[in-house]
């Protein structure tokens, strides 16, 4: 699954040199000259809150140990972006795991959480490396109803097999013949189910169509707010339907051990429920990425 968030064009490239600090730290109180010495660290982020959230926390932290810290934020789109973080434009970037494996290395079988971090590790290119991968997710995922899971003992995929009534799955229309809708569960998992077509996205209708029971199974990411706030479950998925998508920070090699031990440790700390949390907040109470960071940066006991 190689996925791609909304943003600007690939025109985008070309102007990533212009100041965007303003979008970054207004309220992170940074330092206002670092005392590490050496060239100042560029972190970018996509045109997503989640991304921003996760480019200001380290941002924040990074300014906390005295780097001097340059945003590059809301660049778009990975065709945009990528080239600037291969280039060394860019010297930190919040990634996913699968979805950057799939654009450096297409052909990759994989799709577990180690070895997908391990085939990353070998297929990042020179001059970069990829820092430890975050526990925290933003990926497809199976999710039912909290009532549902509660009644069925649900905390996997394979516990669907445990259910006795018909389950309808709801997504977009062209998941009924990818590899991880219906077939895949039937293949993988031994467990069928039917299938209605929801066009939007996991979105509003899909949620309605869940807490209705309408259906009893949706496609929606592991990271999206509407987890919180509609009680939603995502099922574990044990056998590797879905290509691992875990946070990770891609570093060029002009990131120091030091500031790369600052970031590991934000990585550490991020559970799944974390990422929800921190992108619900944008969400629902439009706060900037750089008040969110840094609450939970302090939470954690990182700043």
């Known amino acids: 699954m190689t996925r791609f968030r909304t943003g600007v064009a690939l025109a985008a490239a070309a102007t990533l040199t212009v100041a965007l600090a303003a979008c970054g730290g207004g309220d992170s109180d940074p330092l206002s ?38 945003r590059q934020f809301k660049i778009g789109q990975r065709e945009a972006y990528l080239p600037e973080i291969e280039s060394g434009s860019i010297d930190l970037f919040p990634e996913y795991t ?28 020179d001059g970069l490396r990829v820092l430890d991968q975050s526990p925290a997710t933003d990926q497809d995922a199976y999710v039912v109803t909290r009532e549902f899971a509660e009644k069925w003992d649900l905390t996997s995929i394979e516990d669907l097999k445990k259910v006795t009534e018909p389950l309808v ?33 996991g979105g509003p209708l899909t949620v309605k169509a869940l807490k209705d029971g309408d259906i009893q199974l949706a496609f929606i990411y592991t990271g999206d707010p509407s987890l919180k706030k509609n009680d939603l479950v995502a099922l574990e998925d044990t056998k590797g339907l879905f290509v691992a998508s875990h946070v990770v920070p891609v ?53």
């Open 33 to 70: 000259s670092g005392d590490k010495g050496g060239e100042t660290i560029v972190i970018g982020s996509q045109d997503y809150y989640s991304s921003e959230i996760l480019a200001e926390a380290y941002a924040q932290a990074l300014e906390a140990e005295g780097y001097d810290v340059d």
């Open 169 to 201: 799955f709801g997504a977009n229309s062209e998941s009924e013949t990818r590899p991880n809708g219906p077939k895949g569960l039937k293949r993988v998992y031994d467990v069928e189910v039917g299938f209605t077509p929801i066009e939007d996205g």
């Open 98 to 125: 699968g979805p950057l494996l799939l654009v450096w290395e297409p052909d990759t079988t994989v799709t577990l959480s180690d070895d997908v971090y391990d085939a990353l590790v070998e297929a990042t290119p």
């Open 251 to 303: 570093a060029s090699d002009d990131v120091d051990d030091d500031a790369a031990g600052v970031i590991n440790r934000i990585s550490a700390a991020m559970s799944p429920e974390d990422l929800v949390n921190l992108n619900a907040r944008s969400v629902d109470e439009q706060l900037p990425a750089a008040t969110i960071a840094k609450e939970w940066l302090k939470e954690e006991g990182l700043l």
